[in-house]
C-alpha cells in the first residue's frame, strides 16, 4: 500500500493569510504544518491598519496589545496637484502589525498547528503522488499546500502559466518620524510629480507615526529597487523626502526621524483580476501570493483573511484533506472544485478588487483624481475644501 504524504496541510508563510488558513483548518480537525521563512515576530513593513472587511473576516476583537492609539483614526486626505482636502472616518483599526502577526501565529498554534520558524521553502512541486514542498535538504509531500509567501509569491514563479509568472508591484518605503501633528488623523497623500503613488503618515501612539510612500515600476530608476538601493545609499530617506516636505508644507510642521533609514518592500499591484494566479493541482496560494491587495490603497490584510476562512472551509468539508476524491477525479479537478467554492465566497470581495483597479488608475492620473475628488465630496456630503496653495518640490529637486 502507498504511504500517505507527510501531512494533511502544508502552510508555507506565516503572514495573516497563512496563519489564519493554518488555524481555522486545525481547528477543524486537519493536521496542519506551517513553515515561516522568519523568527517569531518578524518585521513585516506595513502601516498596520485593518479595513472593515477584514475586521468582519477576523470576527472577533484585536487584544490590547495589537491595538495602537488612536485605534480608530480619522483620513486626512489631500490632493496635493489639484490642491483638495478631505476628511472623513474611514473605520479602519489601527495596529501594530508584527504584533498582529505574531498573535494570529500564536492563535494557530493554540488550534494545534505546528510551527516551525526560520525555514523557507525553496520549492514547491506538483507530482502524481501530490504537491509537495523542498525546504533545504528536506522534502514534505501534503495533500494541499498553501502558498501564503506573501509577495514572493513562491508557487507563481514556480507554476503559474508565462504570462503569470511575475505580477506587478509598486515599491513601498516606510520610516518611523516623530511630529507634533494632532494624532487623531493619518494622511494620504497625493502628488503624481513625485510618489505617482501616495504617501501616507499613520499616528502610532505617542507623537511617533509611520511615514510611508509607494513608487510604481519604471516610475524612476532611483525610486525602485527596494532594500537593496537603501542598503547602499548614504542617505535612504531622501526616498522619502518629497512626500516630507508636502506632509511639513500642508500641516506646517517638521518631521523629526526616528529611524536610522526607513525600509522598502514591494506591494503585488495588478491592475487587472486576470492577473490573479489561483494554483493548480492542489497548491493553492493564499493572500498576497495570489496577487489579492488592493491596487488603490494597498490593502491586503483583508482580502487574505476572507480567502483564507473561505478556502478552510471548502477543504475542511470536502473530504480531500482524509484522501477521499471522486472516483475519476483528478488533483486539477478537485483543485478547481475548491476554487468554484472560494471564489463564489468572495464574489463581493472581487467585485471590490476589480473597483479597486479602476480606483487605481483615476488615482495615478491628477484630472480624474481631482473630478472624483469633488464628485466623493458632494456625493457623501463631505465638504471637499481647497489648500492654500504651497510650493511642492520639484522631482528633480532629489
Ligand atoms: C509599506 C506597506 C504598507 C502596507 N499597509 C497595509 C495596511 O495598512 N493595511 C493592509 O491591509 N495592508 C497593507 N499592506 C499590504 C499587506 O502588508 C499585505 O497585503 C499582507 O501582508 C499580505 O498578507 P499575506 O499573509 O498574504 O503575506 P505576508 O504578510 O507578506 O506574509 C508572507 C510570509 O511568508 C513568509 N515567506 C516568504 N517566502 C517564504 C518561503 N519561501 N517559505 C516560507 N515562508 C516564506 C514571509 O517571511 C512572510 O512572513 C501594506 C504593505 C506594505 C509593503
Redesign the pocket.
Known amino acids: 500500500m502507498a504511504a500517505g504524504p507527510d501531512v494533511q496541510v502544508l502552510v508555507?508563510?506565516?503572514?495573516?493569510?497563512?496563519?489564519r488558513a493554518a488555524q481555522r483548518l486545525a481547528s477543524a480537525g486537519a493536521d496542519v504544518l506551517m513553515?515561516?521563512?522568519?523568527d517569531y515576530g518578524?518585521n513585516?513593513?506595513?502601516?498596520?491598519?485593518?479595513?472593515h472587511e477584514?475586521q468582519v473576516a477576523l470576527g472577533c476583537e484585536l487584544p490590547q496589545s495589537v491595538r495602537r492609539e488612536p485605534f480608530e483614526p480619522r483620513l486626512e486626505f489631500h490632493d496635493l496637484d489639484s490642491r483638495l482636502r478631505r476628511r472623513y472616518s474611514p473605520g479602519?483599526w489601527n495596529m501594530d502589525?508584527p504584533a498582529f502577526?505574531a498573535w494570529l501565529c500564536d492563535c494557530a498554534a493554540e488550534a494545534g498547528v505546528r510551527i516551525e520558524y526560520g525555514?523557507?521553502?525553496?520549492r514547491i512541486e506538483c507530482g502524481p503522488a501530490g504537491p509537495q514542498a523542498r525546504?533545504g535538504s528536506d522534502v514534505i509531500s501534503a495533500r494541499v499546500v498553501l502558498d501564503?509567501?506573501?509577495?514572493?509569491a513562491?508557487s507563481r514563479k514556480l507554476l503559474a502559466p508565462p504570462e503569470l509568472r511575475s505580477a506587478p508591484v509598486v515599491h513601498?518605503?516606510?520610516g518611523s518620524v516623530h511630529c507634533d501633528l494632532p494624532a487623531d488623523s493619518m494622511w494620504a497623500l497625493f502628488e503624481s510629480d513625485t510618489t505617482q503613488y501616495y504617501g501616507w503618515l499613520?499616528p502610532k501612539g505617542a507623537g511617533s507615526f509611520l511615514l510611508?510612500a509607494?513608487f510604481p515600476q519604471g516610475a524612476d530608476s532611483t525610486r525602485r529597487e527596494g532594500d537593496a538601493a537603501l542598503e547602499s545609499d548614504p542617505d535612504p530617506w531622501k526616498k522619502l523626502s518629497f512626500v516630507e516636505a508636502s506632509v511639513a508644507a500642508a500641516a506646517g510642521e517638521e518631521l523629526q526621524h526616528l529611524d536610522a533609514k526607513p525600509l522598502g518592500?514591494?506591494?503585488?499591484t495588478i491592475t487587472s483580476t486576470q492577473q490573479l494566479w489561483w494554483g493548480r493541482e492542489l497548491v493553492f496560494p493564499?493572500?498576497?501570493?495570489a496577487g489579492?491587495?488592493s491596487p488603490s490603497?494597498?490593502?491586503?490584510?483583508?482580502?487574505?483573511l476572507e480567502q483564507a476562512n473561505a478556502l478552510a472551509d471548502a477543504l475542511s468539508s470536502s473530504g480531500l484533506l482524509e484522501g477521499r476524491s471522486s472516483a475519476g477525479c483528478s488533483a486539477q479537478d478537485s483543485h478547481q472544485g475548491m476554487l468554484n467554492q472560494v471564489q463564489a465566497r468572495l464574489r463581493p470581495a472581487l467585485a471590490e478588487l476589480r473597483f479597486n483597479c479602476i480606483k487605481a488608475w483615476v488615482a495615478a492620473r491628477p484630472g480624474p483624481r481631482r473630478l472624483a475628488a469633488q464628485f466623493m465630496g458632494l456625493y457623501l456630503r463631505r465638504p471637499v475644501e481647497q489648500l492654500a496653495p504651497v510650493a511642492v518640490p520639484a522631482a528633480e529637486a532629489q
Open positions: 508555507l508563510g506565516g503572514g495573516p493569510a497563512g496563519a513553515l515561516e521563512a522568519e518578524r513585516k513593513l506595513c502601516s498596520g491598519l485593518l479595513n477584514g479602519y502589525r502577526d525555514r523557507r521553502a525553496s525546504v501564503a509567501t506573501g509577495w514572493r513562491l513601498a518605503f516606510q499613520v510611508g509607494g518592500c514591494p506591494i503585488t493564499l493572500g498576497e501570493a489579492l491587495v490603497s494597498g490593502d491586503g490584510i483583508h482580502f487574505g
